[in-house]
């Protein structure tokens, strides 16, 4: 029963953790492909802050991912 | 699940302990220790044969490093970051040497009991080794700011200038909890990606060596685009880890910023 508990758990977990995130990074990679397309000679700049920007937007939803294993490992 | 999670579970080769200090030769430290000979040899040969018009591999490594240099270090610290090119160059090296490392599939080899082959393992995929990282970052970006500001004044430019006096006390607190944050934050963000990415393999791979043969060709296709995702992060991971450690150090040098 506690162990099925906790697989739920895990599972949850990870569900919701990674909602946030995926909007996020949705966000984050659209508005960055907008501001490419509109000034391509400033593609570097953003391409680099996008990636710093996916970094912390991704570290979220693997810090969810974190509790789920230590969750599925009970 | 169980059986996939132990596979990630250190296997002692050498025992040894200093009183309740574990420096147990685990197979994580015998990769790491090949990483590390790996990219010392390869920026050694690189750097003994450098030349005018650098050939074929050579050309390669000098590609990279000059990557590292526009990218990270002039884009982010300007010309006086320059110093910082041999750290964070040795930084991206090296994890992305470890990462890549664990990606190749050879699993440990026996012979009796004895263990001739540590199975290749993402030493990146263990909280120590990572870290272990987070730390160093940590201490050489506040070491450089002390040394370049001193220690009262690099203090003081946590807090922002130009801010009502009562804040002041609170957002130093606040600074300095982001600050005790950033290494926590980046070898939590190391170790998670290894660990989601080479579980993920794991649980394709478990997938198609149980499920009937019709079945087999989807969890192997699986296989083989996660394969090529996990190489794309272990670069990634690496260039995130250099440039985020680019920038704390600039943040510690130039306090405006």
């Given at each position: 029963m506690e162990k099925g508990l906790a697989y739920l758990a895990a599972g949850l977990a990870i569900g919701l953790?990674?909602?946030g995130p995926g909007i996020g990074i949705g966000l984050l990679v659209a508005k960055s492909q907008e501001a490419m397309a509109r000034q391509p000679e400033a593609g570097g700049m953003i391409r680099t802050a996008m990636f710093i920007g996916l970094a912390f937007a991704e570290a979220v939803a693997l810090?969810?991912?974190?509790i789920a294993f230590i969750l599925s490992g009970k | 699940m169980e059986e996939?999670?132990?596979e990630f579970k250190p296997h002692e080769l050498v025992h040894l302990k200093l009183g309740s200090l574990d420096l147990s030769i685990t197979d994580y430290v015998v990769w790491l220790l090949v990483a590390c000979a790996l990219v010392f040899i390869l920026l050694y040969l690189a750097a003994r044969r450098a030349q005018l018009v650098p050939r074929g591999f050579y050309n390669a490594v000098e590609a990279v490093v000059e990557f590292i240099y526009q990218e990270m270090i002039l884009n982010i610290m300007g010309p006086e970051g320059k110093p910082f090119?041999?750290?964070?160059g040795t930084i991206f090296f090296f994890i992305f040497f470890v990462n890549l490392l664990g990606l190749i599939p050879i699993p440990g080899?026996?012979?009796?009991e004895h263990l001739v082959f540590p199975g290749m393992?993402?030493?990146?995929a263990l909280t120590g080794t990572t870290f272990a990282w987070g730390v160093l970052v940590f201490l050489v970006y506040n070491l450089v700011g002390i040394k370049k500001q001193g220690l009262i004044k690099y203090l003081k430019n946590l807090v922002p200038s130009g801010v009502p006096f009562y804040l002041i006390p609170f957002l130093f607190l606040l600074e300095l909890i982001s600050h005790v944050f950033r290494p926590v934050s980046l070898a939590v963000r190391l170790f998670a990606n290894m660990l989601a990415g080479h579980t993920v393999l794991a649980v394709f791979t478990f997938m198609a060596a149980t499920s009937i043969f019709w079945v087999k060709l989807l969890p192997f296709a699986g296989v083989v685009i996660m394969m090529a995702f996990e190489i794309f992060v272990a670069f990634i991971q690496a260039y995130i880890f250099s440039i985020l450690t680019a920038i704390y150090i600039s943040g510690a040098v130039h306090p405006e910023h």
């Open positions: 953790g990674a909602f810090y969810a991912l974190v | 996939i999670l132990n090119l041999p750290f964070i080899i026996k012979v009796g393992k993402t030493s990146t």
